[in-house]
Every structure is written in structure tokens, then in C-alpha cells.
């Protein structure tokens, strides 16, 4: 199906959101590990219930067109993800995929809650290589379900949704085929959806079977895509609110962890200077939501850990606070904690007003113009919903974000 037309400036993407996180050529950025080391003390919601997503892609050359589209879409399946009753943590990966030949077999990016530094590094991506047919299928699947950091408890949802448009090469030596694989991810309580790009013959079998052993779904999408995507009246006010919201963050900690923070704070830059509008008010939207929290604070925010009593505030040496902070009567600090908190929530409120004005405004269009019942967007909703029903996430909505 194609990505349908609106008159209201709503704009045809080549989704998949899912792939979204994933592109070609995989430079990671200089202090990836300090970021990845400012994991170990993130922010979760208090039920501890967790959705861990990890994308497999096809980067080869033929995956360029909805690779680039899909960019755009991963806030707003973060969004959904996030839509369940229990609000939970989501965590997303990276396995980009080629063959053998190519610059690279496989690359990854490990599960993590900061979605916009992991983001700001696969806005870079192309997608390159390719050209002979199978892919490096098998050992794409290894790494997704081997090499990331799965959670181990039963309240995470935990899934792989695999994107490509090509059949896995099954005559490698040396090479663990993928039906050893998906036994492995089922005994850890991993699902396996497989989408396939385009209408390859020799695809379709091998994505049905990947799909019927990883106890997932099979979907197809054109090589193009086939989501839409809606450009709102709301967007650069939403755009102004956030970046309003993103200025109340202080930080404090060591050397190590302000260079971790110094990395996400220029992630965010980024984000705010090469994103669309579009793009952006998805991204602003997740944010302001409870499982959009960790992303947006990222670790060692001081007016989240103050006040929520995490952290007492005369315990932190005078070095390790912010700058602005350091030469304040202990009184003044708390006054500009406490000033900083009430602004923030007032941020988040108005926020989240404008954000549901814009999913009302985006659902009138699209069902103007005769629904998205087939767009991928509500498919991996709909995948969603039913498998992470296991894990005790419920959902309310009956559509997905855009």
C-alpha cells in the first residue's frame, strides 16, 4: 500500500519508524562510551515495567529510499510504545547489517534509554553495499539476540523487529543459521517480527518462517514505505515549549559524568538544528511523557534527583554542582531547585495540552482521508499491543502516534 495523500499538508513517508534507528554506515560518535557509561544510574518509572526494541536493518543500497524517510519516525513509535498504562522505560538498540564484502557485516548499537544521543549519531547513515541478493541475515540476528544487554526479568517487553528486503545467505560456513538463533531468543523471551521491503520472491518465505520461529509477525511495506506522517499548526509552538523544557536541566557529578553530559547536551544541539518541525514535535511529544523522562533528563539531573529525594543536596561537593550553582548560600541553591522544578512541571503541562490538540487535529485528517488501518505505523501497534500483553503492559488507545 502507498502512503496516502492528505490535503491539509500531510506528508507521505517512507516509514518504517522501526527502522527508523537504523541506517547504513555506522560512525560512532568519538564519546559514545561515555554516554553508554551514564546508563548505570537512569531514571525509570516507578512500576518497572520496560519495553527493550531492538532493529535489525538492511543497510545495503537498495533500502536507501525508505531508510531515509524513516528517519523520521522513531519518536512517534517511542510515543506509542510508551502509550501503555504502565508507562514504561523504553529502551532501544541497533544491529545495521550488510555482507560479507561490504565496509561492514554487522554494526550495533547497544540498548539504551538515551534515545537522542543514540539518534544523533544515525542521522550520519547511508545506506551503501549490497547488490548480490542475500544478506548477512544470519549473523545480524546472532548479534541482536547475543550481544545486547536484554533485561532479565519478566516485566520487560522485549522484541526484535527485523527490516530488509533481501533473503538471509544460508551457505556460509561458519555461520550460525538463524532457526538456532530464534531458539535461543525464545528461550530468553524475545520476539521476532520480521518486515519485508519491496516484493521479493525469495524474501517472503524466509521472513514468514523468522517470524513464525521468533513467535512474532510478518508484515510487508513497499520499498518506498508505507506510513504517513502530518505536519500540525501546533508544531513549532510544541518546538519552543521543549526547548523551553530542555534549558531547565542541571546537572551535576565527576569529570567522567560531566563528559557524558557535555555528549548528550550536544546530541540534543543536533537534534534541534537538522530535525523538520515534524520530527521534532514527535521527539517534543515523547519527552513529555513519563517514558520520555530518561531521554529527556538523561542521568545526574539535579532538580529531578533533589526533588524527588534521590540525592540530598548538601551531600554533593561544591565541585561537582553546576557552575551557576557553586557560588549560592546553600538556602539560594534549593531556591533555584525549587523554582526550576515548578517551571519544568508547568513546561510538561502545557506541553502535553498542546501535544493531545495535535494527535486530535493529526486523527481528523487521517480519517478524512479514509483511515491508516494498513500503514505500518498501526501494524506495529498492533503487534505491539498483543505481545506485550505478556509482560503486563495494557494499552488504551486505539490508534498509534504519528
Known sequence: MKAKTFNSKIIPLALLGATAIGIASFPLVQNAQALQTAQTTAILPAQGHRIEVVFVLDTTSSMSGLIQAAKEKIWSIATTMGSAQQNPDIRMGLVAFRDRGDAYITRSYDLSNDLDSMYASLMDFRAEGGGDGPESVNQALYDAVHDMSWSNDDKTYKVIFLVGDAPPHMDYANDVKYPETLAIARHKGIVVNAIQSGQHQHTRPAWQQIAALGQGEYFQVEDTGNSVAVATPFDAELSALAAELEATRLYFGDAAAKKAQRAKLDANARLRKELSSEALARRDTFNATASGKANLLGDSELVEAVTSGRV???????????????????????????????????????????SDSRSRYIKQKVEAAGGADDSLDEKIYSAVKEQAASSGLTYDSDSASY
Open 312 to 354: 540530598e543536596l548538601d551531600e554533593i561537593e561544591a565541585k561537582d554542582l553546576p557552575a551557576s550553582l557553586q557560588a549560592l548560600a546553600p538556602a539560594a541553591q534549593r531556591e533555584v531547585i525549587d523554582t526550576t522544578a515548578k517551571r519544568r512541571d508547568e513546561l510538561q503541562q502545557q506541553i502535553r495540552q498542546l
